[in-house]
């Protein structure tokens, strides 16, 4: 029988991410302003990014408390292991510009992946966009459990 969980019981989630001048740490309530700023800032340009087209979201008009709201709900998810949601900060400036959200393969059974894997950053941080995703790529192929991750390429 397959294992329920989404990563194993024993496996070591990892705390965050540095690569380059980015740095990933789980996503938290603590991160509301800056994500809330950095998202509403940027809807066009996510709604752009590969792997964001035809989702619900970013929601136009979502408030800073139901974003908190949003934010506990991931960092729920992490406590219990559903769901990774990572904060990109820019290293040299301190400054929330991005999100990478790791969770169940949306196609399980379909497609065969066991991994959906998004990002986006802010647009006015676009060009961090496909270092974002290098760095996710190859952190997923050595550092977490899964064998096939769906995440949209940025490869021209």
Same mark, same amino acid.
């Given at each position: 029988?397959a294992d329920?969980?989404?990563?194993?019981a024993?496996?070591?989630?990892?705390?965050?991410?540095?690569?380059r001048s980015?740095?990933?740490?789980?996503?938290?309530?603590?991160?509301?302003?800056?994500?809330?700023e950095?998202w509403?800032s940027s809807?066009?340009?996510i709604?752009?990014?590969?792997?964001?087209?035809?989702r619900?979201?970013?929601?136009d008009?979502?408030?800073?408390?139901?974003?908190l709201? &949003?934010?506990?709900r991931h960092?729920?998810?992490? #406590?219990?292991?559903?769901?990774?949601?990572?904060? @990109?900060?820019?290293?040299? $400036?301190?400054?929330?510009?991005?999100?990478?959200?790791?969770?169940?393969?949306r196609?399980?059974g379909?497609q065969g992946y066991d991994a959906?894997v998004?990002?986006?950053?802010?647009?006015d941080?676009?060009e961090? &966009?496909?270092?974002?995703?290098?760095?996710v790529? #190859?952190?997923?192929?050595?550092?977490?459990?899964f @064998?096939r991750?769906?995440? $949209?390429?940025?490869?021209?």
């Amino acid at each position: 029988m397959a294992d329920p969980l989404f990563v194993p019981a024993g496996f070591a989630v990892p705390g965050g991410l540095v690569a380059r001048s980015l740095r990933l740490e789980p996503l938290g309530p603590q991160h509301n302003d800056e994500d809330h700023e950095a998202w509403t800032s940027s809807i066009e340009h996510i709604r752009g990014t590969p792997g964001f087209h035809g989702r619900s979201w970013p929601v136009d008009g979502m408030t800073l408390e139901e974003n908190l709201a &949003d934010l506990r709900r991931h960092a729920d998810d992490f #406590a219990a292991r559903t769901g990774f949601t990572y904060t @990109v900060i820019d290293g040299s $400036a301190g400054r929330v510009v991005g999100c990478v959200y790791i969770y169940p393969g949306r196609h399980e059974g379909q497609q065969g992946y066991d991994a959906d894997v998004r990002s986006w950053v802010r647009a006015d941080r676009a060009e961090l &966009d496909e270092p974002v995703y290098e760095a996710v790529t #190859a952190w997923l192929a050595t550092a977490w459990p899964f @064998v096939r991750a769906e995440y $949209a390429s940025r490869r021209r």
